[in-house]
């Protein structure tokens, strides 16, 4: 498994929010905002793999795509190997955007119909490198064999693939440049389930590789468990919990992550109906007009007073395992015995 | 559709360059460098019989209208005024009109303006309407302005606003542009600003819906600035409607050039034109029906071709189509 201790950061986020404008009336005046991303903090170490879970619309995608500065982020700074990128003006940001990739969830809509395989995988070498036409087809044909493409499929269009191979297409554009950092917004959602397993194991490979580092941006505990060394659960536009991978699947800490956990299939039909699942009530509040205090605070089981009115902050409560949640507040009498039932770590 | 005709050319895989995964194929099967795909592009438009067809006749039009001069040498502007209102003969194949010019040498005279002011009436509309719909629907800060001036200029009664104009300017750019030069200035002009909109209106919305597709986010991630992103992702994408208000561009502009020449507000009342062969024949259609029926089979056939030409090769420019 990754090791923290000794590795670098690679990337550093810190109190980042995405609020989209909400307008309306006759002047379209801003009237609110989508908090889609509201104040989440989190580093990267160089070489591993962070996941992001959290359910439909809580900003997963939205947080990957501001940390690459596909958005311009309202507030906050990202970090990138030492370079601040939330605010870089274009020319500085184009010039770091060949560290920092991303691969998309649709394979069918990521790729350009009207260009041919390696138009779309030369394309980030053109833009950056200053290659003839002949060695940008050499690197093609590297990266085609990397990902495992047929190099004859060069001069052919997306249309003529496979959802799997398009995604493959995709990757290959992705390292095209050498990035070090790779944001993977659910890569493997529009595939099939066989097709999952072949593109990560691809991802993990050229992992190894390359020593790329992932955020892994998916809805599917089960393969976020398979491939991240730590894993950060967000709700509704906030992180909820972040820990390493076997520490946060064996003893989840925040109620939401002991929510979402047990509501993971189980293969075996008998141990599947013998679940004690926690089953949430109620719908997920709308980021515009998110509940006082606690994000949570309207569906969590485990609700108390205090959650109603003091948003909890992040706090680290046992070594690399943070989480926001008032249960783990060190001068609120419940916490004893909530905090000591998990014990081991 | 390729064959293997380019293979030879081909440097065969280097053995050791591949990776274990995709090795055994490649050994046996050598591949095909990405060829220029405007190949791929007349490999599909020829399958296309009607473009085929609009194309060979187009060519047949221009090679009559422009070459046709050097081998039927007779001056348009020739009175031979005993030989008046002849119908068709060895010395006039078409025939000759009132003043006795003969007909297949206004015809060929007459399509060289025709053709030209639709071709290039055609290239300033879409010109203008790609430029504008390209920048209303990708800057999202100028789109209120340049669509209400696409409003605006949808709005105006477009055969009064020539009169106008025509009026106005046409005695300058004589002056400047000398006779027929300043008129076809003027037509070509009035012609392209006017029929620009459906253009731009059809282009933004399209790239308002391409504009949020991923892969234009894609480029955006590996840096692509604004002009290329324009240029490599939007415009090759929003090619089909572009295609065809070219085509239907050529065929509006020569028929509004008739309609102008046809009303006497054209190029000079001796200088021809299919359109103004077309309405000076109309006086003598009884008497010598030929004479409208040439310019007429003339227009309706150039627009006819133009229009398959375009057909074809809005097909042939997807490459979902292609190759099926």
């Known amino acids: 498994m990754f090791d923290i201790r ?16 909400i307008r309306s009336g006759l002047l379209q005046r801003v009237t609110g905002a989508v908090k889609a991303v509201d104040g989440i903090s989190f580093d990267i170490y160089e070489g591993e793999t962070l996941g992001l879970v959290g359910e439909s619309g809580c900003g997963k995608s939205t947080c990957g795509r501001a940390v690459l500065r596909l958005y311009e982020p309202t507030s906050g700074s990202i970090i990138l190997d030492g370079k601040e990128i939330a605010h870089a003006p274009f020319d500085k940001l184009r010039s770091l955007r060949p560290m920092m990739q991303m691969v998309f969830q649709d394979p069918q809509a990521s790729l350009n119909p009207r260009m041919t395989v390696a138009g779309i995988i030369g394309e980030p070498l053109s833009e950056h490198s200053k290659m003839t036409g002949k060695e940008r087809l050499e ?42 950092f790779i944001v993977c917004d659910e890569p493997i959602a529009a595939l099939d389930v066989s097709i999952q397993a072949q593109v990560v194991n ?36 906030k992180v909820a919990e972040i820990g390493p991978r076997d520490g946060l699947y064996e003893d989840p800490l925040h109620p939401y992550t002991q929510a979402l956990l047990s509501a993971v299939p189980e293969p075996d039909p008998v141990s599947h109906d013998n679940a004690n ?69 | 559709m390729t064959d293997n005709a380019d293979r030879p050319n081909q440097p065969l895989h280097g053995a050791g360059a591949t990776p ?55 001056d348009s502007q020739f009175i031979d005024i005993r030989a008046r209102n002849a119908g068709p003969s ?25 053709i030209a002011v639709g071709l290039t009436a055609m290239l300033l509309a879409l010109f203008l309407g790609t430029l504008i719909g390209v920048m209303a629907g990708y800057f999202r800060r100028i789109d209120g302005l340049l669509m209400r001036m696409t409003d605006l200029f949808l709005a105006l009664p477009l055969l009064p606003l020539l009169l106008v104009i025509i009026m106005l300017y046409r005695d300058n750019l004589r002056a400047a542009f000398g006779p027929e030069g300043g008129i076809f200035v003027l037509i070509v002009v009035v012609i392209g600003a006017t029929s620009w909109m459906q253009t731009a209106r059809v282009v933004r919305g399209d790239v308002l819906a391409i504009k949020e597709r991923e892969f234009v986010l894609a480029a955006r991630s590996i840096g692509t600035p604004s002009h290329r992103m324009i240029t490599r992702h939007l415009l090759p994408n929003v090619m089909s409607p572009i295609m065809v208000s070219a085509t239907l561009g050529i065929a509006n502009a020569i028929i509004t ?68």
Not at chain 1, 6 to 21: C, S, Y
Not at chain 1, 148 to 173: C, K, M, T, V, W
């Open chain 1, 202 to 237: 691809l991802l993990e490979e050229l992992q190894d590789r390359l020593g790329l580092t992932y955020l892994f941006i998916s809805h599917d505990l089960s393969m976020v468990r398979h491939i991240a060394d730590r894993v950060v659960v967000m709700y509704l536009g």
């Open chain 1, 139 to 180: 690197r093609i044909y590297e990266l085609m064999d990397a990902v495992g493409l047929n190099r004859d499929f060069a001069n052919r269009y997306p249309h003529e693939f496979s959802g799997g191979q398009r995604q493959r297409i995709g990757i290959a554009r992705a390292l095209a440049l050498n990035p070090k």
């Open chain 1, 6 to 21: 000794g590795a670098k950061k690679l990337v550093e986020v810190k109190d980042l929010k995405m609020h989209f404008p």
């Open chain 2, 90 to 114: 060895w010395a006039h194949p078409m025939g000759t009109d009132q003043l006795g010019r003969d007909t297949l040498a206004r015809m060929m005279a007459g399509g060289q303006t025709s």
């Open chain 1, 277 to 345: 699942r926690t089953i949430l009530e109620g719908d997920v509040p709308s980021p515009a007009n998110p509940p006082k205090g606690c994000n949570f605070s309207t569906r969590c089981p485990r609700v108390m007073d205090i959650c109603r009115q003091i948003d909890p902050e992040v706090r680290e409560v046992k070594p690399g395992r943070f989480v926001a949640c008032h249960l783990y507040n060190e001068t609120t009498p419940e916490t004893a015995d909530n905090a000591a039932e998990p014990a081991e770590a």
């Open chain 2, 257 to 324: 050039e008739s309609a102008l020449s046809f009303l006497g507000l054209g190029f000079p009342s001796d200088f021809p034109t299919w359109g103004r062969l077309l309405f000076d024949a109309t006086d003598w259609l009884t008497q010598n029906p030929e004479r409208v029926i040439w310019p007429g089979l003339a227009i309706s056939l150039t627009v006819l071709s133009v229009n398959y030409i375009g057909d074809g090769l809005r097909d042939a420019l997807d490459p979902r189509i292609r190759g099926r």
């Open chain 2, 20 to 74: 274990a995964g995709a090795a055994p194929v490649m050994e046996f099967e050598s591949y095909r460098a990405p060829r220029n795909q405007w190949w791929d592009v007349w490999d599909q438009f020829k399958t296309h019989k009607g473009a085929l067809f609009g194309l060979g006749f187009f060519i047949f039009t221009l090679l009559f209208v422009f070459v046709g001069p050097l081998i039927w040498t007779l």
